[in-house]
Nanobody, 127 residues
Framework: QVQLAESGGGLVQAGGSLRLSCAAS????????MGWFRQAPGKEREFVAA????????YYADSVKGRFTISRDNAKNTVYLQSDHLKPEDTSVYYC????????????????????WGQGTQVTVSS
């Protein structure tokens, strides 16, 4: 069972940047595909970005493409979300998620595909 802990959220002005981190417990991090999702008050949880087990495949929501970058360091059991050119509409609680992945090249964009979730970190972007 993997446990996930997000960090790096905060308050930032529009146009600024934040780097979110998600640290995973256990020795099998390299067997998990990872994803980032977000949820704003009164809205459904939405997909942000995903990365495959080996880190070679990534996938982004259209709303963040070109501004956000997902990456992972399997030696450190950590996945990152570099968020640049932030907008007020990016304000949300950001969650990382993990699932076992038999194919090291595949990433997943649906919340239903993930089995493990962190507690979330708040990102607030002021205008």
């Amino acid at each position: 069972q993997v446990q996930l802990a997000e960090s790096g959220g905060g308050l930032v002005q529009a146009g600024g940047s934040l780097r979110l981190s998600c640290a995973a417990s256990g020795r099998t991090f390299g067997t998990y595909a990872m994803g980032w999702f977000r949820q704003a008050p009164g809205k459904e949880r939405e997909f942000v970005a995903a990365i495959s087990r080996n880190g070679y495949s990534t996938y982004y929501a259209d709303s963040v493409k070109g501004r956000f970058t997902i990456s992972r360091d399997n030696a450190k059991n950590t996945v990152y979300l570099q968020s640049d050119h932030l907008k007020p509409e990016d304000t949300s609680v950001y969650y990382c998620a993990a699932r076992m992945a038999p194919d090291q090249r595949v990433c997943y964009s649906s919340a239903r595909d993930y089995d493990h979730w962190g507690q979330g970190t708040q990102v607030t972007v002021s205008s």
